[in-house]
């Protein structure tokens, strides 16, 4: 059974930095192998697409965060990262993070990943 444990949220000013984690266990084939994927989403909103990072290590981020945000993964850990700098009020939401066996063309597509965990909240204010 998979299971996916993010952690690291939290509140912080405008300006500041968090580094999520998340945490999986339980996968069919080697973590390595799966196409990581951070989303996050705030009430009465779809889930927006963060940033992607495949078993290729390459990685993919919506616009708004290029720049600020960077994700990471180390594979002996089963444990992927997303450093998040610069934070605006706008990054306020429930943070997800999904895993995927495929290689979409829109790698921030929320309809490619399957989600297991509960997500950490981010809180930015000014």
């Known amino acids: 059974q998979v299971h996916v444990v993010e952690s690291g949220g939290g509140s912080v000013q405008s300006g500041g930095s968090l580094r999520l984690s998340c945490a999986a266990s339980?996968?069919?084939?080697?973590?390595?192998?799966?196409?990581m994927g951070w989303f996050r989403q705030v009430p009465e909103k779809g889930r927006e697409g963060v940033a992607s990072?495949?078993?290729?290590?390459?990685?993919t981020y919506v616009h708004s965060v290029k720049g600020r945000f960077s994700v990471s993964r180390d594979n002996a850990k089963n444990t992927v990262f997303l450093q998040m700098n610069s934070l605006k009020d706008e990054d306020t939401a429930m943070y997800y993070c999904?895993?995927?066996?495929?290689?979409?063309?829109?790698?921030?597509?929320?309809?490619?990943?399957?989600?297991r965990g509960q997500g950490t909240q981010v809180t930015v204010s000014s």
């Open positions: 990072i495949g078993s290729d290590n390459i990685t």
């Open positions: 999904a895993y995927s066996l495929q290689n979409p063309t829109n790698r921030l597509d929320p309809n490619y990943y399957t989600f």
């Open positions: 339980g996968f069919t084939y080697s973590f390595g192998k799966y196409r």
